[in-house]
């Protein structure tokens, strides 16, 4: 398999099923820069290393995710809007067992 789908709801509400690749080592916030799924600049502003949250996200599914790290945990402990089910998209690499996936993405920091 190369491709899991995933539903992510955008910051209008607007829910996307998409195609995520799992052959292309990308993780969730390059996948919804790759479909533009968040205004150019608003989300991975640091570069997926876990420095800014702009690609916080909300996990609505139950799905069993990797821990988080150290870095992310740091990096939510200090970001707006956290909720217990808060993640960096940046941190989630995509990986067949994404299967259905649903997230919501947090809403921009200002």
Do not use: W
């Amino acid at each position: 398999m190369t491709d899991v789908k995933i539903k992510i709801t955008d910051r209008d509400g607007v829910l996307h099923e998409i195609d995520a690749p799992t052959d292309m080592n990308m993780n969730l916030m390059e996948v919804v820069r790759s479909y533009e799924l968040a205004p150019e600049g608003t989300i991975g502003i640091c570069g997926g290393m876990a420095m800014c949250a702009s690609c916080q996200c909300y996990v609505k599914s139950n799905h069993k995710l990797p821990e988080k790290s150290d870095d992310e945990d740091a990096m939510l402990a200090e970001a707006f809007n956290v909720e217990d089910n808060s993640r960096l998209g940046c941190q989630l690499h995509i990986t067949e067992d994404m299967e259905g996936l649903e997230v919501e993405l947090a809403p921009e920091e200002s």
